[in-house]
């Protein structure tokens, strides 16, 4: 989502000592915003100008969707890019690792009923080593793939 002119509410911040221009005029490194978008999401973190020209999100910040999803972590180029955490409203939270809007690389899922998988993810599905604790604390430990996961060991505790 680009930080578009038909913005309901933006505020800029940070103005250069020099100039008092904000960040954003003169083109230099991020910029802090708060910002409402028209479909009632919100933005408050860093911007900056993308090639283009129009303002995106770069750096860390938090979205809050209008439904209620919260991601609050690093961006780059308008996108979930780095460490991050989100939180759904169901319950289900993930924290780890984000690559264009997606779970990709190592994280922790954690299901609406208090169930985790910590492990490895590629475009948002667990995949390869993992770990899955049920509600009940059993460790469920291998290969996974997507929905699949054959060959899981139990950990048992001596």
Known sequence: MKLAKNS???RFSQPSASSG?????????????????PNGDRYEGECSKSASGAMVR???????SANG???????????????????HPSGAVYEGEF???MYHGTGTYTF???STYKGHFHKNRMEGEGAFT??????WTGEFHGKAA?????????
């Open 112 to 114: 609406p009923d208090g």
């Open 99 to 101: 690559k264009d809007n």
């Open 21 to 37: 221009k904000s960040r954003m005029m003169s083109g230099e490194g991020p910029i802090k915003v708060s910002y409402v978008f």
């Open 134 to 139: 049920n509600t009940q604390g059993l460790v």
């Open 150 to 158: 054959l060959g899981l060991r139990m950990q048992h505790n001596i």
């Open 69 to 87: 999803i919260i991601y609050t972590g690093e961006w780059h180029e308008d996108m979930m890019q780095g460490r991050g955490t989100l939180q």
């Open 58 to 64: 770069s750096g860390t910040g938090k979205h809050t």
């Open 8 to 10: 309901v509410c933006c």
